[in-house]
């Protein structure tokens, strides 16, 4: 090896003749490569932030939603009942005539039973079958006694706003897209974050904070370190975020394709005008699905069901299972059975994904972990906003050799 008795200067004269054309190429091809997903950390960063950290800041109590509302005195709690009622269930004909009775002229959408709370139905009514969600009122009715409890939190309530914030900033269907929309564009910034982070962390070290250095490095490292820390949850929640908005869409597609087949045969039908009992039709859903338990009802010529049917929506009885869902067809008029199917890939998706990005399938301790992160997350976004607007102009000086950023 005769390099190894080469002096100092020969050393370096050797290594730069040894340094080729190609060599240099692909310093300069990888500096490109570096600056190009630095521009597109710094863009699509920018162009999401508002919106994340308006998702963030929403999110965070309505991951703590029953504890929100026993703050705010709209909590409906089941009443204590002697022994002797303790384990009554009331027929759920009997809970749908004691919301209806608090509104006259309601005709029932839905009958919802709460994972959380099995013994506190919801009834979800309104003045036609095919009202808008916003328009329509609720009813809590106690299962053991079919006794109205109260209406939960409905408009104007803080919990309202923040959901409708949180899911389309009041702009509907337009903005539950725009959201996604934003949701993939934070996705590309973590992922370009990460890239252009790499060179740094070989440098610096991983999640090292130099806490020595001047201001703007010091807010860089954190943003880079607690951007690392939070990597797989905000990859997670920003990719469920995003496919939770093509909700209507995916419930679209189900009623064109799946639900159109099974009521076929119902096309020429007349309106159903006597329904039958809402006990015959859940038993009869019961008897296709015995290992599942009813997630909720809906009514003839809503949304999730149609215009001849009741649709008795099925799921499973388990924490990993309680979004796996299967939707029973009944005759409306004699409470029969129509068909049941599987829900196609892409609804298993759409549930499957939900729990992950809500963190509600964990209780305490994993709302706890979920709240943790989301305000590890605000402090990323608002750090990578200070050092955009605390940036330093290129031709002053290569502010940014110490680290990376956006």
């Known amino acids: 090896m005769p390099g190894k008795f080469l002096t100092g200067d020969e050393r370096r004269a050797a290594a730069r003749a040894d340094a080729s054309p190609s060599t240099s190429h692909t310093n300069r091809a990888s500096a490109n490569t570096l600056r190009l997903w630095s521009i597109v950390h710094r863009w699509t960063s920018l162009v999401c932030t508002a919106f994340m950290l308006l998702l963030c800041l929403t999110g965070l109590p309505l991951v703590f939603g029953h504890e929100l509302d026993i703050l705010?005195?709209?909590?409906?709690?089941?009443?204590?009942?002697?022994?002797?009622?303790?384990?009554?269930?009331?027929?759920?004909?009997?809970?749908?005539?004691?919301?209806?009775?608090?509104?006259?002229?309601?005709?029932?959408?839905?009958?919802?039973?709460?994972?959380?709370?099995?013994?506190?139905?919801?009834?979800?009514?309104?003045?036609?079958?095919?009202?808008p969600p916003d328009d329509t009122l609720s009813t809590t009715v106690d299962a053991r006694t079919a006794q109205p409890l109260g209406m939960p939190p409905g408009k104007g309530s803080l919990k309202f706003v923040l959901l409708k914030l949180h899911v389309d900033m009041f702009a509907g269907l337009f903005g539950k897209l725009f959201l996604g929309a934003m949701g993939v564009v934070f996705l590309a910034a973590i992922v370009s974050g990460v890239v252009v982070y790499l060179p740094f962390w070989r440098k610096v070290g991983l999640g090292r904070v130099r806490l020595k250095k001047r201001r703007r490095v010091v807010w860089l490292d954190w943003h880079n370190?607690?951007?690392?820390?939070?990597?797989?949850?905000?990859?997670?929640?920003?990719?469920?975020?995003?496919?939770?908005?093509?909700?209507?869409?995916?419930?679209?597609?189900?009623?064109?394709?799946?639900?159109?087949?099974?009521?076929?045969?119902?096309?020429?039908?007349?309106?159903?005008?006597?329904?039958?009992?809402?006990?015959?039709?859940?038993?009869?859903?019961?008897?296709?699905?015995?290992?599942?338990?009813?997630?909720?009802?809906?009514f003839p010529g809503t949304r999730f069901a149609s215009p001849h049917h009741y649709a008795v929506w099925m799921r499973g009885d388990g924490i990993l299972t309680t979004r796996i869902m299967r939707p029973v067809l009944v005759d409306a008029s004699t409470g029969a059975l129509t068909e049941s199917r599987e829900l196609p890939w892409y609804l298993k998706v759409?549930?499957?994904?939900?729990?992950?990005?809500?963190?509600?399938?964990?209780?305490?301790?994993?709302?706890i972990f979920w709240a943790a992160f989301d305000v590890l997350?605000?402090?990323?976004?608002?750090?990578?906003l200070y050092l955009w607007v605390t940036r330093r102009n290129p031709r002053e000086g290569k502010g940014r050799a110490s680290g990376g950023g956006p």
């Open 377 to 384: 997350t605000i402090v990323v976004l608002g750090s990578g």
């Open 225 to 298: 370190a607690i951007g690392m820390l939070t990597l797989v949850w905000a990859l997670l929640v920003g990719a469920t975020g995003s496919i939770n908005t093509l909700a209507d869409l995916m419930l679209e597609a189900w009623r064109n394709d799946q639900l159109a087949q099974m009521v076929a045969p119902y096309r020429d039908t007349p309106p159903v005008v006597v329904r039958a009992s809402v006990d015959d039709a859940v038993k009869t859903a019961q008897r296709v699905a015995p290992e599942m338990i009813p997630s909720f009802v809906a």
């Open 350 to 367: 759409l549930l499957g994904s939900q729990p992950l990005h809500f963190g509600d399938f964990g209780g305490m301790p994993l709302k």
């Open 72 to 131: 705010t005195g709209d909590a409906i709690e089941a009443p204590a009942l002697g022994a002797s009622q303790a384990n009554a269930r009331a027929g759920y004909d009997a809970v749908l005539r004691a919301a209806l009775a608090e509104h006259p002229g309601h005709v029932p959408q839905y009958m919802i039973w709460e994972p959380d709370d099995p013994l506190l139905p919801v009834v979800v009514t309104a003045p036609r079958a095919d009202t």
